[in-house]
Nanobody, 121 residues
Framework: QVQLVESGGGLVQAGGSLRLSCAAS????????MGWYRQAPGKEREFVAM??????????DYADSVKDRLTISRDNARNAVYLEMKSLKPEDTAIYYC????????????WGHGPQVPVSS
């Protein structure tokens, strides 16, 4: 069974930086998509960033609202994905969820429990 364990959340001031980590276990992750979503108070969960696997290698996708401030990376040797966040804004306040997406005839998504990232103004 796939398990995702996040770390690195916590209170940060506007303009500050934070790094989220997600350690995955339960299968091989080199050929799957790994990324991050977030859910702000009173809002639906939204896409943040993803490293997508293909036979050509990995590509990174970002939501427009974060692409100049957040950087996603992965370490396949550690089965881990990271999210470096800088120039944080109060509107970045959310619970950040690690995601593993298994593509195929029946796509499957796995989720972490989500560290909270409150950004104070």
């Amino acid at each position: 069974q796939v398990q995702l364990v996040e770390s690195g959340g916590g209170l940060v001031q506007a303009g500050g930086s934070l790094r989220l980590s997600c350690a995955a276990s339960g299968r091989t992750f080199t050929n799957v998509d790994m990324g991050w979503y977030r859910q702000a108070p009173g809002k639906e969960r939204e896409f943040v960033a993803m490293t997508r696997w293909s036979w050509r290698g990995y590509n990174s996708d970002y939501a427009d609202s974060v692409k100049d401030r957040l950087t996603i990376s992965r370490d396949n040797a550690r089965n881990a994905v990271y999210l470096e966040m800088k120039s944080l804004k109060p509107e970045d306040t959310a619970i950040y969820y690690c995601n593993v997406h298994l593509d195929g005839p029946v796509p499957v998504d796995f989720w972490g429990h989500g560290p909270q990232v409150p950004v104070s103004s």
